[in-house]
């Protein structure tokens, strides 16, 4: 009933683009939940948070990168640290009920993240806060305050996939 707003796409990876794609989808979740779960298509869901997260890991790969110059660009990290933030922002709408493997479209999401609801949303709120946190340590000059922050942001990223994601993918 909603449309694919995935599968004629000419290019899922500028960030900005697949940025607005999940603002869509967030909304289209969003509706599927109000008017009848049964009504969700979830291939938009499911491909539009993978293309978030393959968003975020390519910024959190940016931020790994830099920080291991001897001169890291402050100014592209604070780039990167926005644009994972402003994707967490919309990470609620990422798994309703019915993007699981059930689905039938590939997927690392596992069943655990809809048996265990609070646990899956503490490692969502840890992340939200740590990358916001991160955003604000690297408004400041202070490299070492940056790593040590960063630092704390990828152990989010590992405490949810050691739990949440299947592990060979
Ligand atoms: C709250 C849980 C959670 C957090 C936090 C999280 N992820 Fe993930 N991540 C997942 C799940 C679940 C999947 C599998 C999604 C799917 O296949 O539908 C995934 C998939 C991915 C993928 C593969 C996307 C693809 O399909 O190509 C990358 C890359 C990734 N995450 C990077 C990161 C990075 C980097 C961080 C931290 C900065 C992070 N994730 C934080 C749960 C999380």
């Known amino acids: 009933m909603f449309p694919n707003v995935l599968a004629n796409?000419?290019?899922?990876m500028h960030p900005n683009y697949s940025f607005s794609i999940l603002l869509s989808i967030g909304l289209y979740a969003a509706a599927g939940s109000v008017v009848a779960d049964e009504q969700l298509d979830p291939q938009p869901v499911i491909?539009?948070?993978?293309?978030?997260?393959?968003?975020?890991?390519?910024?959190?790969?940016?931020?790994?990168d830099e920080l291991r110059k001897t001169a890291p660009s402050l100014p592209q990290i604070r780039h990167y640290a926005r644009q994972i933030?402003?994707?967490?922002?919309?990470?609620?709408?990422?798994?309703?009920?019915?993007?699981?493997p059930e689905a039938d479209i590939e997927t690392?999401?596992?069943?655990?993240?809809?048996?265990?609801?609070?646990?899956?949303k503490?490692?969502?709120?840890?992340?939200?806060?740590q990358v916001t946190k991160l955003v604000s340590?690297?408004?400041?000059?202070?490299?070492?305050?940056?790593?040590?922050?960063?630092?704390?942001?990828?152990?989010?990223?590992?405490?949810?996939?050691?739990?949440?994601?299947e592990k060979d993918q």
């Not at 491909?47 to 790994?64: M, N, P, V, Y």
């Not at 503490?122 to 806060?129: N, S, V």
């Open 47 to 64: 491909e539009g948070r993978q293309s978030a997260l393959r968003d975020i890991g390519a910024a959190f790969k940016g931020i790994t």
């Open 108 to 120: 690392a999401a596992k069943p655990e993240i809809w048996q265990q609801p609070a646990q899956f």
């Open 122 to 129: 503490a490692a969502q709120t840890a992340f939200g806060e």
């Open 137 to 165: 340590v690297a408004a400041a000059d202070n490299v070492p305050a940056i790593k040590s922050q960063w630092q704390a942001l990828g152990k989010t990223c590992k405490g949810c996939h050691d739990k949440f994601r």
């Open 85 to 100: 933030d402003d994707l967490a922002k919309q990470q609620t709408f990422w798994f309703p009920a019915g993007t699981g």
């Open 9 to 12: 796409s000419p290019s899922i």
